[in-house]
């Protein structure tokens, strides 16, 4: 995949029609705001899922999905306490 931007991840464009695309992007994300539990923060490793489409002034963002990737895993499950644990399918 090209990249985004110089020092960016990787990215891929798919064109459904002339006016409308699907743009994945995978991105490393640090520096982020600190929470109510911790003033430290980690870095995360995300993909940005955005659908666009052209309209007479340029292209708009029309949706956008922000998963997060989680090394070695593929899912999540929900115990039964109600905590979610990540977890890989290759076990």
């Known amino acids: 995949m090209p990249s985004a931007w110089p020092g960016e991840g990787p990215y891929s464009l798919s064109t459904l ?15 982020q705001a ?4 911790s003033d430290r923060t980690a870095v995360c490793h995300t993909i940005l899922s ?19 990737i989680i090394p070695n ?8 306490d109600g905590t ?4 890989s399918y290759r076990h």
Do not use: Y
């Not at 006016?19 to 640090?30: Q, S, T």
């Not at 955005?50 to 997060?68: K, Y």
């Open 17 to 31: 029609t002339a006016d409308v695309a699907v743009v994945h992007a995978r991105l490393r994300l640090e520096g």
């Open 34 to 37: 600190a929470t109510l539990e």
């Open 50 to 68: 955005f659908v666009v489409h052209r309209h007479a002034e340029g292209w708009s963002c029309a949706s956008a999905q922000n998963t997060d």
């Open 73 to 80: 895993t593929e899912t999540n499950l929900v115990e039964p």
């Open 84 to 87: 979610v644990r990540s977890v």
